[in-house]
């Protein structure tokens, strides 16, 4: 009778032991594929939650982001100038702009929106697309606008026009899609399917683009407008951005044009300088108030910058919420080749104790060329008390 139960125990304890092995096994292959790790004590958000999507962005910070890349485009003719706009399309330096503003352009020089001047070269031009490429060696590395190749308008899309009508540089104009698919014709140019927009520009807007408020994506080349009324037309990007990709690429060779001309620096001097010092220090304080440092501390020239840190000069200036420019006046040295720009500065700054205060200075800014490039030598000011 022991033997028996002696033997059933031993039955039962290698049944159990098979049954063990075979569900070990089973559990083991379904499991397999999941790897354990340790817990963590921070929550990992899904990057699809609503609150991870990145943070929409301003109307005033797209327009700043994008009038780094947008220019003004000024071409000597035989017995004329002409002033356009145009943008920054790619990382070799190439400007796309109008066929019509570099048309018989002897000279072109392209002024950037931080006051600093070079000379650019067309590469490209169309016969009856009104649309060219101009290459500026010294941009190239440079950050171009983002450009949409695919997407369509649609009325009532919200957009925003840059460039620098009648000679205005960086200038803003808003408004929407009014219209899609226009035809006509302005000889020797050929316009097809191209968009009416409500947003306002005029002589010197030609060739700027015209940026998607929604995606700060370029849409369009800024191409015409009527005198009447805010009626304007831009070309989509999307119809001549093989034509534009072609001509970088294989630059044209182009009978009349690009003709020997005066340099940068031959263009900056007399009156253009002032008017360019000024734009320098109205792009610094724009800088400083969308508390982008590094781009005003690049303005700074290398002594400015010997004499003060990185870390330094944005300390600085963290406590400066918003600074206006009030008033502004300039003048030449004797020589002509310094400027003077003095400003009357209004300054929303945060206290030690995190309340706010409106402080007032009057500063006084030497600008001149280091290195072929426009730089602020020198800065002092003082609070005014009224």
């Known amino acids: 009778m022991k033997n028996k139960h002696f033997i059933l125990a031993i039955v039962t304890s290698v049944l ?3 049954f063990g092995a075979i569900g070990y096994f089973f559990i083991h292959k379904h499991f397999e594929q999941y ?4 817990a963590s004590a921070i929550v990992k958000i899904d990057k699809t939650t609503p609150d991870a999507q990145p943070k929409k962005k301003t109307l005033k910070t797209i327009i700043y982001d994008s009038e780094k890349a947008v220019v003004q485009i000024q071409v000597e003719l035989v017995d004329s100038q002409v002033i356009g706009s145009g943008f920054l399309y790619n990382s070799k330096g190439d400007i796309i702009t109008n066929a019509h503003v570099v048309q018989g352009a002897k000279t072109v020089t392209i002024k950037t929106s931080d006051a600093q001047t ?3 070269k067309v590469i490209g031009i169309g016969d009856k697309t009104d649309v060219a490429v101009v290459r500026v060696d010294k941009m190239a590395g440079m950050t171009p606008l983002p450009i949409d190749t695919k997407g369509k308008a649609d009325v009532g899309d919200e957009v925003i026009a840059l460039g620098s009508p009648l000679g205005f540089q960086n200038t803003v ?8 698919d226009r035809q006509f014709t302005i000889d020797p140019f050929s ?3 191209v968009y009416q927009i409500s947003a306002p520009i005029t002589h010197g807007n030609s060739g700027g683009p015209l940026i998607n408020k929604e995606t700060g994506k370029v849409l369009a080349i800024n191409s015409a407008g009527m005198d009447e009324g805010n009626i304007a037309f831009s070309i989509p990007i999307s119809e001549v951005i093989d034509q534009v990709h072609s001509w970088s690429k294989s630059p044209q060779s182009i009978d009349g044009i690009n003709g020997t001309g005066s340099s940068a620096n031959d263009v900056e001097e007399g009156e253009a300088l002032k008017s360019d010092a000024e734009n320098l220090v109205n792009y610094f304080y724009e800088s400083l108030n969308s508390h982008d440092y590094v781009a005003a501390y690049t303005l700074l020239g290398s002594d400015w910058q010997n004499k003060v840190s990185y870390d330094k000069f944005r300390k600085g200036y ?11 006046k300039s003048s030449l040295s004797s020589d002509g080749k310094k400027a003077t720009v003095t400003i009357r500065l209004s300054a929303l700054e945060q206290t030690d104790d995190g309340n706010k205060q409106t402080v007032n200075y009057s500063v006084t800014y030497t600008i001149g060329y280091e290195n072929d490039q426009l730089r602020l030598f020198e800065g002092k000011g003082k609070v005014i008390k009224d």
Do not use: F, M, N, R
Not at 35 to 38: A, L, M, R, T
């Open 16 to 18: 159990l032991l098979l």
């Open 35 to 38: 790897k354990v790790v340790k």
């Open 118 to 120: 070079y000379v650019g």
């Open 173 to 180: 104009t808003t408004g929407i899609i009014s219209g899609t």
């Open 191 to 193: 316009y097809d399917h």
């Open 318 to 328: 963290l406590p400066t919420l918003q600074a206006s420019i009030e008033d502004l």
